[in-house]
Each structure stands twice: as C-alpha cells, then as structure tokens.
T-cell receptor, first 115, second 116 residues
Framework: DSGVTQTPKHLITATGQRVTLRCSPR?????VYWYQQSLDQGLQFLIQ???????AKGNILERFSAQQFPDLHSELNLSSLELGDSALYFC??????????????FGEGSRLTVL | AQSVAQPEDQVNVAEGNPLTVKCTYS??????LFWYVQYPNRGLQFLLK??????LVKGSYGFEAEFNKSQTSFHLKKPSALVSDSALYFC?????FGGGYNKLIFGAGTRLAVHP
C-alpha cells in the first residue's frame, strides 16, 4: 500500500459527459502528480500541484483541469469526454523536502471507460 | 529534454534463470534513474533508484540495477526469476522543470513473462 488513495477505481460513462477523479496523497506529501496511462501513449504526465498551486503542465488537454485543495487532496476534472479519453488515470505524491530524491508513490489508479 | 528508452516490448525467461530488462537514458547533467513495476490492474510500485554512488543498486523483491555511464544504461536484473515477477516494468528518469520541481519521464514499459 503506497498510501495514495484514488477514487473511483472504475468509471464508465458516455461521450460528452464530465467526470471527476479524486486523489488523496500520502500523509505529509505536499506534491500531487497526475498521469494518464493508455495503450498507445504509455504513461503521460498531465499536471503537478504543490501545496495548492499548479507547478507544471504536461500533455493535458484543455478539456481537462485539476486542482488541489487546502487539505491537499486533488481532483482531476475531465469534460466533453471522447472515446480516446478511455485510460487509466494515476495520481502520485511525494515529499519535496530537503533530501528528497524524487521517487513518486502511485495510487491504484482510476480506470475510465468512455462509451 | 530527458528521456529513457526500453528497447524490448517483452522479455521471456524461464523460472530460476537470471533476467535482465534493458533501459537506456538520455539526460543533460547527472541522471536520477528509477525502476517501477506494475502488476495487472494495480498502480506502479517503486523498485529502486540510482542517484549517486555505487553503480549497482539493490531494490525490492531481490531486484538490482546496474548503472553504466559510458553506455548510458540502467538495466534491471535479478539472479533467479520467479513466476510472480511477471509484470510490466517501467524505467524512468527525473526531469527538472524549474523552481526546484521535477517530474518523472517514463519509458514505454517492458512486459516480463516468467514461465514455469
């Protein structure tokens, strides 16, 4: 158990809909990362938050957005869903303190299926 | 930009035999390298990392990795494979994006199949 919690584990929805994925980082971790894993694109970095502020954006579509709340949990919002958005969405966290060497701790993922 | 390459989509090995999963990297500066394993329908689990120091790094579940600067490689190894090692393995490199923050860039993954 990595200590990172993601809900829901599975989600099936229709094209055009909107969903929200939720992540709670490990206790004490201020950074949250979102990754998308699909068969054709592999693991792609989407976005990172640190203590409530966005720090970096990767290959995140404009239809997607995220935020990190004061209690440090994060939500990834996916809207106007398309078939190609079907994927596993992972949240990861880590400590950014002095001496931290960079490994991420991943949740179990949220599997999104768009029909 | 930093990158890693995993040249093999799949590696097949018999149980009890040694296994190697290959990874090469391209970085500017000193590399921070990682290996992760993903079992079916699970998240990625951290196996080991190379930051500095000894070129042979030991990690979880009996895995080790050898850092080779001249060949820009960071191959994952295990002396004796188990059927339960069958999984998807990812090599990753740290990429800084300023402000002291960084992210991990992952390779495409290598599927390891250990046969009884």
């Amino acid at each position: 158990d990595s200590g990172v919690t993601q809900t829901p584990k599975h989600l099936i929805t229709a094209t055009g809909q909107r969903v929200t994925l939720r992540c709670s980082p490990r206790s004490g971790d201020l950074s949250v990362y979102w990754y998308q894993q699909s068969l054709d694109q592999g693991l792609q970095f989407l976005i990172q938050y640190y203590n409530g502020e966005e720090r970096a954006k990767g290959n995140i579509l404009e239809r997607f957005s995220a935020q990190q709340f004061p209690d440090l949990h994060s939500e990834l919002n996916l809207s106007s869903l398309e078939l190609g958005d079907s994927a596993l969405y992972f949240c990861a966290s880590r400590s950014e303190g002095q001496g931290a060497t960079g490994e991420l701790f991943f949740g179990e993922g949220s599997r999104l299926t768009v029909l | 930009a930093q990158s890693v390459a995993q040249p093999e989509d799949q590696v097949n090995v018999a149980e009890g035999n040694p296994l190697t999963v290959k990874c090469t990297y391209s970085v500017s500066g000193n590399p921070y390298l990682f290996w992760y394993v993903q079992y079916p329908n699970r998240g990625l689990q951290f196996l080991l990392k190379y930051i500095t120091g000894d070129n042979l790094v030991k990690g979880s579940y009996g895995f080790e990795a050898e850092f080779n600067k001249s060949q820009t490689s960071f191959h994952l190894k295990k002396p004796s494979a188990l059927v339960s090692d069958s999984a998807l393995y990812f090599c990753a490199v740290r990429e800084a994006f300023g402000g002291g923050y960084n992210k991990l860039i992952f390779g495409a993954g290598t599927r390891l199949a250990v046969h009884p």
